[in-house]
Structures are given as C-alpha cells and as structure tokens.
C-alpha cells in the first residue's frame, strides 16, 4: 500500500538548519509530483514547496523561498525539504504528499505521511 514516512524534524535555534526526509513506498515514486505542506497548532495546513517528477521543475512558497530547497532522489524514492535560516514562525509539523499536477493546493495531493515536528526556538 501506499506509504510516506517523513523523517528528521526536531528542535533548532533560529538560524539553525535542518534536513527533513520524506521515504515513499506503493506507488510509481518517480512518476508523481511530490510536496511539502506544514501545520502549526491553530492553524490550516499550509503548502510549503513541490517538485515535478523529473526533478527539473520545482515550486516554493513566498514564505520560504531562498531559505527552503526541496529535492528529490527517484532511484531512492526520497524527497528532501533542505531547510537553512529557520525561524520561530517554521514551527508546525511537516508533511510530505504525492500528487499528480504541480499546485499549492492541498486537495491536488494524496497518502499523507505523519508528519514530523519541527520547532524552532529564537
């Protein structure tokens, strides 16, 4: 079945960087659009960045853009979501989605993993 696992949150001093991992499995990896989405307490889920299945193609949002790069590796089927100059307001769990069409919107992405929490502390 399908699964997505995300991997390498944790707690990070403002400015700090992390790494986050997102492993697939049950699915075509290399043939889907895959996304990063985050939530924090209170608030909607909110997209982040998406790249196209060749890895050629990549969108992020305003927020983070120039200190968000997300990547991926289709022999691993892994995306990345290389973050550098955190801030306070980076705090939410992340998630990681596969979807057919390059688009912000939530309801273009399936097979949700569990997230993983990162807080960032200033």
């Known amino acids: 079945q399908v699964e997505l696992v995300e991997s390498g949150g944790g707690l990070v001093q403002a400015g700090g960087s992390l790494r986050l991992s997102c492993a697939a499995s049950?699915?075509?990896?290399?043939?889907?659009?895959m996304g990063w989405f985050r939530q924090a307490p209170g608030t909607e889920r909110e997209f982040v960045a998406a790249?196209?299945?060749?890895?050629?193609?990549?969108l992020h949002a305003d927020s983070v853009k120039g200190r968000f790069t997300i990547s991926r590796d289709n022999a691993k089927n892994t995306v990345y979501l290389q973050m550098n100059s955190l801030k306070p307001e980076d705090t939410a769990v992340y998630y990681c989605?596969?979807?057919?069409?390059?688009?912000?919107?939530?309801?273009?992405?399936w097979g949700w993993g569990q997230g993983t929490q990162v807080t960032v502390s200033s």
């Open positions: 790249i196209r299945w060749g890895g050629g193609s990549t």
């Open positions: 989605a596969a979807g057919r069409l390059m688009t912000t919107s939530e309801a273009g992405y």
């Open positions: 049950g699915f075509p990896f290399s043939s889907y659009v």
